[in-house]
T-cell receptor, first 116, second 112 residues
Framework: GAGVSQSPSNKVTEKGKDVELRCDPI?????LYWYRQSLGQGLEFLIY????????KSGLPSDRFSAERTGGSVSTLTIQRTQQEDSAVYLC??????????????FGPGTRLTVL | SQQGEEDPQALSIQEGENATMNCSYK?????LQWYRQNSGRGLVHLIL?????REKHSGRLRVTLDTSKKSSSLLITASRAADTASYFC????????????FGQGTRLTINP
């Protein structure tokens, strides 16, 4: 079946503009995650959605960042008033959270955001 | 600080040799996973090892876990040029509400 998809694949914006990044998880996966990866670095957790529970927003770096997940499926990550330090690859992942606690995450190809 | 720390940061070997990468972490975990990333884009899951397991194999991959030392290693045997990628360990902390915490990664280059 289809994997996790993200759009756009690349986004170039000017400092101060708002951007929206989209993630379509694998159908049936109840958990959805957003990560950020700066050049040459590891992944930084941003936010986690699980079913109808309140999202874990503990990784969002500032109040300029927000995310929503509509209907338990598609998610949008919004960055307001973008700054140059927001430039990174934004990765989305989904998983089928089972009772065993195993948590293999399936990643999308990412959106490369460049703030000029 | 990062939960997972890989070493070395970069590793360059000849095709056919074995590659070993290490990962250390700080808190108690449910499981530890290794992922591979090509060209700075999406990650591919390689293998998951649970906290009550000590060793796991998958094809040319061998993962060990030492919970007393809070460390893991990934061994790739008989390396191929196509194994060139970045490799990340990720931990699913017991208190972590299912989110994964990734290390900085090891950049592996296989020279033909």
């Amino acid at each position: 079946g289809a994997g996790v998809s993200q759009s756009p694949s690349n986004k170039v914006t000017e400092k101060g503009k708002d951007v929206e990044l989209r993630c379509d998880p694998i159908s049936g996966h109840t958990a959805l995650y957003w990560y950020r990866q700066s050049l040459g670095q590891g992944l930084e957790f941003l936010i986690y959605f699980q079913g109808n529970s309140a999202p874990d927003k503990s990784g969002l770096p500032s109040d300029r960042f927000s995310a929503e997940r509509t209907g338990g499926s598609v998610s949008t990550l919004t960055i307001q008033r973008t700054q140059q330090e927001d430039s990174a690859v934004y990765l989305c992942a989904s998983s089928l959270v089972g009772t065993s606690g195993d948590n293999e995450q399936f990643f999308g190809p990412g959106t490369r955001l460049t703030v000029l | 600080s990062q939960q997972g720390e890989e070493d070395p940061q970069a590793l360059s070997i000849q095709e056919g040799e074995n590659a070993t990468m290490n990962c250390s972490y700080k808190t108690s975990i449910n499981n530890l996973q290794w992922y591979r990333q090509n060209s700075g884009r999406g990650l591919v899951h390689l293998i998951l090892i649970r906290s009550n397991e000590r060793e796991k194999h998958s094809g040319r991959l061998r993962v060990t876990l030492d919970t007393s030392k809070k460390s893991s290693s990934l061994l790739i045997t008989a390396s191929r040029a196509a194994d060139t990628a970045s490799y990340f360990c990720a931990t699913d902390a017991i208190q972590g509400a299912q989110k994964l915490v990734f290390g900085q990664g090891t950049r592996l280059t296989i020279n033909p």
